[in-house]
């Protein structure tokens, strides 16, 4: 069977950065279970992925256009420190849930703290990167009428409920 929309693809996979540091793998951990063709990973990876089979090996590029996008930024802001209510401590590194205007969540990085300002950064954190993935496809089979209509993978690789 090959990977096709609305297709449980399950995926063993090591994603590197172009001077080959490893950014996440799912070795020692179960593989990556997803439903082709629903947006659930990256559309350069999926691109890449439809037509495989079980067994297949493949290393593929993903330029930023087909990832996580090129850095913006106008989403490198400074946001009064009073917007933190709650946070006693703030430190660059941290990384907050927030709205957005148009009622988007998004994460936002802390890249700096002064007395009454935090700059936060909202690009993902890959956001500008070519990402380089080994991939083995594990498994391919039907998606089940209920993971449709629930949107994610029921099972190993997946959610459990």
Known sequence: MQI???????????????????????????PLAFIHG???????????LEGASAGDNMSVSISPDQGYGERNEELVMDVPRSNFEGADKLEA????HTQ???????IVTVVDVSD?????DANHPLAGNT?????TVVEVRDATDEELDHGHVHGPGGHEH
């Open 131 to 135: 990402l380089n993935f080994d991939v």
């Open 100 to 106: 957005s205007e148009s009622g988007n969540v998004q």
């Open 4 to 30: 096709s929309k609305h297709k449980v693809a399950t995926i063993d996979y090591t994603l590197t950065d172009d001077s080959k540091n490893v950014i996440d793998t799912s070795e020692g951990r179960e």
């Open 93 to 96: 590194g941290m990384t907050f």
């Open 116 to 120: 009454d300002m935090v700059k936060v």
């Open 38 to 48: 629903t947006g659930q990973i990256i559309p350069g990876l999926e691109s890449a």
